[in-house]
């Protein structure tokens, strides 16, 4: 039986404000109407909307979501698959931050003071110094090592948090198109491409097309960043280096 937008709402805990504006950015559509004009969602849009809320809980932009699912090669057991591990490290995450929360209570409640490292210790798996004095002796002198430094010393550890999110969920979501079997110069791979292209942009220093394809080129020439990305998938490295080629020569193209 189709649903009302207020039965769904209430249903999904998604607010009706909310349902029209997946609406209006053609997201999520309802598949009938009655005859007084009213909205009416089906079963394959219950579905849409459970994936939607599943993306978004794991931090996807509504924007990554609407071209993840309008592909046509999207596959539902394969997004489950992902979202159930994703959703799976997160479990993993939250449950170190409840235990750090546990031990940050026992240190007060008993007066014994953590050291530093107990204190962040959770935190650790962010280390924007890492390989400083290589990057500042191979690229010091540029101008986009300079704006680097610069945008990075106002950084806080929140910051550098959710620059760390963004690059996972951009990794993961190239993982999922390499699982999916789907070619580096697909338009969905090379939007991923540009979002990786686009987040180096907005923290770090302008990134130009050309300057990401080189980039790209130690993902596979060096074996510390080829390492990073067989971690998540064997293969990874090439695919999203090969990816960011393509986009280079598409964004050189739009340019022609």
Same mark, same amino acid.
């Given at each position: 039986?189709?649903?009302?937008?207020?039965?769904?709402?209430?249903?999904?805990?998604?607010?009706? &404000?909310?349902?029209?504006?997946?609406?209006?950015? @053609?997201?999520?559509?309802?598949?009938?109407?009655?005859?007084? @004009?009213?909205?009416?969602?089906?079963?394959?849009?219950?579905? &849409?909307? !459970?994936?939607?809320?599943?993306?978004?809980? *794991?931090?996807?932009?509504?924007?990554?979501?609407?071209?993840?699912?309008? #592909?046509? @090669?999207?596959? *539902?057991?394969?997004?489950?698959?992902? $979202?159930? !591990?994703?959703?799976?490290?997160?479990?993993?995450?939250?449950?170190?931050?409840?235990?750090?929360?546990?031990?940050?209570?026992?240190?007060?409640?008993?007066? %014994?003071?953590?050291?530093? =490292?107990?204190?962040?210790?959770?935190? @650790?798996?962010?280390?924007?110094?890492?390989? =400083?004095?290589? %990057?500042?002796? &191979?690229?010091?002198?540029?101008?986009?090592?300079?704006?680097?430094?610069?945008?990075?010393?106002?950084? &806080?550890?929140?910051?550098?948090?959710?620059?760390?999110? =963004?690059?996972?969920?951009?990794?993961?979501?190239?993982?999922?198109?390499? #699982?999916?079997?789907?070619?580096?110069?697909?338009?969905?791979?090379?939007?991923?491409?540009? =979002?990786?292209? $686009?987040?180096?942009?907005?923290?770090?220093?302008?990134?130009?097309?050309?300057?990401?394809? #080189?980039?790209?080129?130690?993902?596979?020439?060096?074996?510390?960043?080829?390492?990073?990305?067989?971690?998540?998938?064997?293969?990874?490295?090439?695919?999203?280096? #090969?990816?960011?080629?393509?986009n280079a020569d598409r964004q050189a193209g739009l340019k022609a």
């Amino acid at each position: 039986m189709a649903l009302t937008v207020g039965q769904v709402a209430k249903l999904s805990g998604v607010s009706v &404000r909310a349902l029209h504006h997946y609406e209006a950015i @053609g997201l999520l559509a309802p598949s009938a109407r009655t005859e007084a @004009g009213y909205r009416l969602y089906g079963d394959a849009d219950l579905q &849409r909307l !459970q994936q939607i809320l599943f993306f978004r809980e *794991l931090g996807f932009s509504l924007e990554q979501i609407g071209r993840t699912l309008s #592909d046509p @090669g999207f596959d *539902l057991r394969a997004a489950l698959t992902l $979202q159930r !591990q994703l959703l799976a490290e997160k479990e993993g995450r939250v449950r170190a931050l409840v235990a750090a929360v546990d031990k940050a209570l026992a240190s007060l409640d008993s007066g %014994v003071t953590m050291s530093k =490292e107990e204190m962040f210790e959770v935190f @650790g798996d962010v280390d924007p110094t890492q390989h =400083e004095d290589e %990057v500042k002796e &191979r690229w010091g002198e540029t101008d986009a090592y300079q704006e680097s430094a610069r945008r990075t010393k106002q950084y &806080r550890k929140e910051d550098w948090q959710r620059i760390k999110a =963004e690059g996972d969920a951009n990794l993961q979501a190239f993982a999922a198109a390499l #699982d999916a079997g789907r070619a580096p110069d697909h338009p969905a791979v090379m939007a991923l491409a540009e =979002e990786a292209r $686009q987040h180096i942009h907005r923290w770090f220093y302008p990134c130009s097309p050309a300057m990401h394809r #080189d980039l790209a080129e130690l993902y596979v020439a060096d074996p510390r960043f080829t390492a990073t990305y067989e971690q998540v998938r064997p293969g990874l490295a090439q695919f999203v280096r #090969d990816a960011i080629v393509a986009n280079a020569d598409r964004q050189a193209g739009l340019k022609a």
